[in-house]
């Protein structure tokens, strides 16, 4: 029993140390709201864990259509999403 828990910790510990091939990095670009204006659930979930309820709720049903600013902002933003993905390597390094 001892042998097989020395072995596996070795093992385990050599893993990390072993190069094997990973996805390149992904960088995704996740809007806050939906077309029509609402928020969508992955949003009001992070609102819901940082903000006291009371806030929460002044803010869950709020409905705002993006201006053209913010459309275009956004637009740059994924434009440039692929190109973060490639500096990742880089970017760690640092």
């Known amino acids: 029993m001892h042998h097989l828990l020395r072995s596996a910790l070795f093992i ?21 709201t939906r077309p029509d204006g609402t928020a969508t659930p992955l949003w009001l979930a992070m609102v819901h864990r940082r903000v006291e309820q009371p806030v929460y ?7 705002r259509q993006e201006t053209p600013a913010e459309a275009a902002w956004a637009r740059l933003i994924r434009t440039e999403a692929k190109a973060w993905a490639m500096a990742a390597d880089s970017l760690r390094a640092l």
């Not at 709720?57 to 409905?63: F, K």
């Open 12 to 32: 385990s510990a050599l893993l990390p140390a072993l190069s094997f091939p990973t996805a390149p990095p992904r960088v995704e670009v996740l809007s806050g």
């Open 57 to 63: 709720d002044s803010v869950a049903t709020i409905r």
